[in-house]
């Protein structure tokens, strides 16, 4: 069973960054993808980025060249930088993983408690 832990939301003026951080446990090995997904109310819960076991990331259109995804040395905790924000981009992150190698090929089976994104001026 693993146990993820999303931190850094905030508040931000469009254009500005915030940096989100997961932190995993529980999973005795590497064999899992985990990324981040996002929702706002009334909304379904939207992907925005996941990282493969072999470390290769896969971005949204919409986020594509703005955001970026990396895990560090130890494998547990996953990041999300994000630049050029925009008001669009206001909703909660969740962090979320599953066993194998991609993420969009079947149900995500652990989430985190999501973490509130807010872009206004």
């Known amino acids: 069973q693993m146990q993820l832990m999303e931190s850094g939301g905030g508040s931000v003026q469009p254009g500005g960054s915030l940096r989100l951080a997961c932190a995993a446990s529980?999973?005795?090995?590497?064999?899992?993808?985990i990324g981040w997904w996002r929702q706002t109310p009334g909304k379904e819960r939207e992907w925005v980025a996941y990282?493969?076991?072999?470390?290769?990331?896969r971005y949204a259109d919409f986020v594509r060249g703005r955001f970026t995804a990396s895990r560090d040395s130890t494998r547990r905790s996953l990041f999300l930088q994000m630049n050029s924000l925009k008001t669009e981009d206001t909703a909660t992150y969740y962090c979320?993983?599953?066993?194998?190698?991609?993420?969009?090929?079947?149900?995500?089976?652990?989430w985190g408690q999501g973490t509130p994104v807010t872009v206004s001026s």
């Open positions: 979320g993983a599953r066993g194998g190698w991609d993420c969009l090929s079947g149900r995500i089976q652990w």
């Open positions: 529980g999973f005795s090995n590497n064999n899992y993808c």
């Open positions: 990282i493969r076991p072999d470390l290769f990331a």
